[in-house]
Each structure stands twice: as structure tokens, then as C-alpha cells.
């Protein structure tokens, strides 16, 4: 099964002890390619997850300040963002937008720190990741101002909200990923949603080290376990896991022009 890990924090201390057997881990159960996002710890360490897609041919990365932290941003910090993004695995700049579960920023400084970043990524022509919690009338309000007319697009990342949302995201361009709190038993809200959407629009994910989906539930998330969610979501599609897989894989690929990996890499990520 040819899986692809959309959103993993793989830089997270959680990860420290046993990083490179957790890579092996992915490696064995078909994820081909993963996408690290690098918001990190905060605004401190905006390079966090860059080393680990220098490292490893088959990760790439983003750059971005999660709302959480939006109240400590500075202009250089995204100085430094605008320098980073340059990178060569940087395919994306995420994952901001707004939280207003937690509202650990002032949701006035999360909603300028979002619109600031949208700018910097626009310049850089790279789509956004968007993470929205609590805050989805706000968000897509945003979405619709600031980036729709970009045409550069994104993923609406470990999605929550209604199919009305997610349609409204699919009409500005973005793709909609599933993490692992859709194989959840209360959360037969989400599997309609990935029921009803096209099948071209679908991402899976992780959020590892976060969202473990039900069999490890409770446990430390890691990149392997996107087969769970690959096997929950083609269940409620009537689909093979396989094909499911290979489907939202093509996507990922197809949205951010990557190369189908190569028959080696292909290969080892099957031992």
C-alpha cells in the first residue's frame, strides 16, 4: 500500500528517543513520501523541521507560525520565514490560521498574523496549510479576501467542520485532509464528510505526534499510522484500502508537482 503522510510533526521532543525507527517504521508500511510541518516549537525555532527534509529525500517540509503563537510575533520573525521559504523542500508555508478553542493569541493579533503570513507565502508562490479550530465562519472569511484570488491554494488540515466548509474550501482551491480523530467511534460526522467529497479533493494525514487514530488511540501518534486512516476512510467509500491510498497519494503529488517516487525508493518503503 503506497501511502502519503500529509501533516506530521516530526521534530517533536516526543520523537527524540527513537526518530530514526519511527522513519523506519513509516518507511515499512508504504509511506512514500511525508510532509513535515515546520511550525515547530514557536516563533523561536522557525527551522525545526527543515534538517530532517534535508536528511531525507523522501520528506519534505513547511515554514509557518501556528496561531497559538501569533501574539509573539515579530517582524523578524517573518523576515526570517520569508528567508526560509526559499528552501528547496519547502513546498508549502504552514500551518497557520486561527484557534479559537484554545485562544492562546488574541484572536484580532491571530487573524493579522494569518493575513501577514498569506502575503509572505503569495510572494513566495507556495500554497498554505491551513489549521482552524472553533473558528471555521472566521477562517474561510479570511480565505476568501486574502488568498482565493492568489489561486495558489492549500489543504485544510485535519479537518473538523461541516461538508458545506469543505466545499466552500474545494471551490478556493484547497485540498481537504483526514487525520486519524476520523477512524474515531463518535466522529461518524467527519467519515460522512470524506464519504461525499470528491474522491480528487482527499488528503490523509497523521498530526503525528498528535490524534493517534482508535487502535493506538491514547498512544503516541507516528507517520506509520496513516494506514489506519487509509483504511477507515476507504471502508466508508466502499473502496480498497490500496486504492484509497493510491488515490490521495496521486493527490498530493498531483497538487504539489512531485515526481511519482522512484522504483528503489518505492521498494523500500514495501520491506
Not at 81 to 95: C, N, S
Not at 151 to 172: N, P, Q, V
Not at 210 to 229: M, S
Amino acid at each position: 500500500m503506497e501511502l502519503i503522510d500529509s501533516h506530521a510533526h516530526i521534530d517533536d521532543a516526543r520523537f527524540a528517543e527513537d526518530r530514526e525507527e519511527m522513519f523506519a517504521r513509516a518507511r515499512a508500511s508504504g509511506v512514500t513520501t511525508l510532509l513535515a510541518i515546520g511550525t515547530g516549537p514557536g516563533a523561536h525555532k522557525l527551522d525545526a523541521a527543515v534538517p530532517f527534509a534535508e536528511a531525507h529525500e523522501w520528506i519534505y517540509t513547511t515554514v509557518g507560525i501556528h496561531p497559538h503563537e501569533a501574539k509573539d510575533v515579530t517582524q523578524a520573525h517573518l523576515d526570517e520565514l520569508a528567508r526560509l521559504a526559499k528552501h528547496p523542500k519547502v513546498i508549502a508555508w504552514g500551518e497557520i490560521g486561527l484557534d479559537y478553542f484554545y485562544d492562546h493569541s488574541p484572536r484580532d493579533v491571530q487573524e493579522r498574523v494569518f493575513r501577514e503570513q498569506m502575503e509572505l507565502a503569495a510572494a513566495a508562490k507556495l500554497p498554505i496549510i491551513i489549521h482552524c479550530r472553533d473558528a471555521w465562519a472566521d477562517c474561510l472569511r479570511v480565505i476568501g479576501e486574502a488568498w482565493r484570488p492568489t489561486g495558489l491554494g492549500g489543504i485544510l488540515h485535519c479537518f473538523t467542520s461541516t461538508l458545506e466548509d469543505a466545499r466552500r474550501g474545494i471551490e478556493m482551491g484547497f485540498l481537504v485532509s483526514f487525520a486519524g480523530n476520523s477512524t474515531y467511534p463518535k466522529t461518524q460526522n467527519l467519515r460522512d464528510v470524506a464519504k461525499a467529497l470528491p474522491l480528487e479533493n482527499i488528503l490523509i494525514e497523521t498530526d503525528s505526534p498528535y490524534l493517534a487514530p482508535q487502535p493506538y488511540r491514547g498512544k503516541r501518534n507516528e507517520p506509520a499510522y496513516v494506514a489506519e486512516v487509509a483504511r477507515t476512510l476507504a471502508s466508508v467509500r466502499d473502496l480498497a484500502a490500496e486504492e484509497f491510498a493510491a488515490r490521495t497519494a496521486g493527490n498530493f503529488r498531483r497538487f504539489f508537482h512531485l515526481a511519482q517516487p522512484s522504483m528503489s525508493a518505492a521498494a523500500e518503503s514495501q520491506r
